[in-house]
């Protein structure tokens, strides 16, 4: 093919409508995903100093203890409802009712759940009063299933634009509680305003485009098949969820607020890493799954560099900020937050794996084994829950670094050993983690 065909070829791709549209779609899903995600960190931050160490922790507890139910109320319907909305467009109206009204339903339920359990596991009743009012928040993630219509209809810049408007407004209101010297009940109403605030602005510019009012429909055969189709993925989320939080829970009824304040302050250092295997594997991988099509042994050519490079890329980026790991706790937090520092430079190792797994992850969708994604991620719940039980009333909070960490490893590199249809990605991935030796090894032999 000459220079002049291929100038051709690639200016009638990129030209094309369906290339054209789902490109600006996702190039506004990712710009708004980086903006928020640094709002977010840079405004946590703000507050963590603001606060200390001791009311960051009461703070990042009813989050964590929140965050665990939550993923109830939304009841595994996300995918599944986005899914039906883009195989039956002419249901819009029936899809996005039904699930509206068993969101509201779900997160009805969920807000009693926590109320009672809170009741009796809230150390005092400041804690049981925080629990709740960022609870209460559930219930208007009913109007989440707005965001599926968009999704479904390939338009993301309304979802983005809402976002991006609430995450400035939502910044400043907290920079202004910071600069007011707020209470932190107000940091706590406000995490409440943020979701109703959300749900306002997706109701407002749905209305706005004078589309079908979907509260007047539901349809009970419906509800119960999207219940159905929905469970494995809600399953799904709990462990995640409980994989994510169940450590913050765990050190403040064990250790208390102070000791949560500094771990969960060097657990967001390490999560603000996360958007980069995110995006690397998003980008790349498509390009794997057309080799498969091709080439069987390309595939996994293709595969193999793409985790070599992800394993490659974390290792020095982890021992870098294992080294500066009280430097940047320093600059980030202040002096109160030192001993986070300690927390970080063992945390971060976690990130080794974070990447490995998400990496892997992709390859267990296209090979149609999601059903493992659950189980791996049971894994690493269980062996996350039964390590804090041992280390921490051992090593205090650095045994909740090193049980995350160890847990990390199990989730999303061992587990891939002991299942027969992951053997061969464990393989790969383990040649990808020790390629530099074996090449070293071949030269040294051949010399």
Request: overall charge positive; charged content about 15%; aromatic content about 16%.
């Amino acid at each position: 093919m000459n220079a002049g065909s291929l100038k051709f070829k690639y200016r009638y791709i990129f030209s094309h409508r369906g290339v054209k549209r789902y490109g600006v779609n996702t190039l506004w899903l990712f710009s708004e995903h980086i903006l928020r995600m640094f709002s977010t960190f840079l405004v946590g931050i703000l507050i963590a100093r603001y606060l200390g160490p001791e009311k960051f922790g009461i703070f990042n507890y009813v989050l964590a203890f929140v965050a665990i139910f939550q993923v109830i109320a939304k009841l595994g319907l996300d995918e599944i409802v986005v899914r039906d909305l883009v195989k039956e467009p002419t249901k819009t109206e029936i899809y996005l009712g039904t699930s509206f009204w068993l969101k509201l339903s779900g997160g009805i339920l969920t807000f009693i759940v926590i109320l009672i359990i809170s009741h009796f596991t809230a150390d005092n009743f400041q804690t049981f009063l925080f629990i709740n009012i960022i609870a209460a928040g559930i219930i208007f993630q009913s109007f989440e299933v707005i965001e599926f219509y968009y999704q479904a209809t390939v338009q993301a810049k309304y979802i983005t634009l809402r976002r991006i408007i609430h995450s400035i407004l939502s910044s400043i209101i907290k920079i202004a509680l910071i600069l007011f010297k707020a209470e932190l009940i107000w940091f706590v109403l406000v995490t409440l305003f943020d979701t109703i605030l959300l749900a306002m602005f997706s109701w407002l510019i749905y209305k706005s485009q004078k589309l079908p009012n979907f509260l007047r429909y539901f349809k009970l055969d419906l509800a119960k098949r999207l219940l159905t189709d929905s469970f494995p993925l809600l399953l799904g989320s709990i462990a995640v969820m409980i994989y994510m939080r169940i450590d913050q829970v765990m050190i403040k009824n064990m250790l208390g607020d102070r000791d949560l304040g500094l771990y969960s302050a060097a657990v967001k250092i390490v999560e603000v890493w996360y958007i980069i295997p995110m995006v690397i594997t998003r980008s790349l991988f498509p390009a794997i799954v057309n080799a498969k099509r091709m080439n069987e042994e390309l595939y996994y050519k293709r595969l193999q560099q793409l985790l070599f490079f992800l394993i490659w890329l974390a290792i020095p980026l982890v021992l870098l900020l294992t080294i500066l790991a009280k430097h940047i706790v320093l600059f980030l937090y202040g002096e109160s937050f030192a001993e986070a520092s300690k927390i970080l430079s063992i945390s971060i190792w976690g990130l080794l794996f974070t990447f490995i797994g998400v990496g892997t992850s992709q390859w267990l969708i296209a090979e149609n084994l999601q059903n493992f994604s659950f189980y791996r991620t049971l894994y690493g719940a269980i062996t996350n829950i039964l390590l804090n039980f041992i280390l921490i009333p051992t090593v205090g909070i650095v045994g909740a670094s090193i049980a995350s960490v160890v847990s990390h490893s199990i989730a999303d590199y061992f587990s891939l050993f002991f299942n027969k249809k992951t053997l061969k990605i464990f393989k790969i991935t383990s040649t990808a983690f020790f390629y530099p030796i074996i090449i070293l090894q071949r030269k040294i032999q051949n010399v």
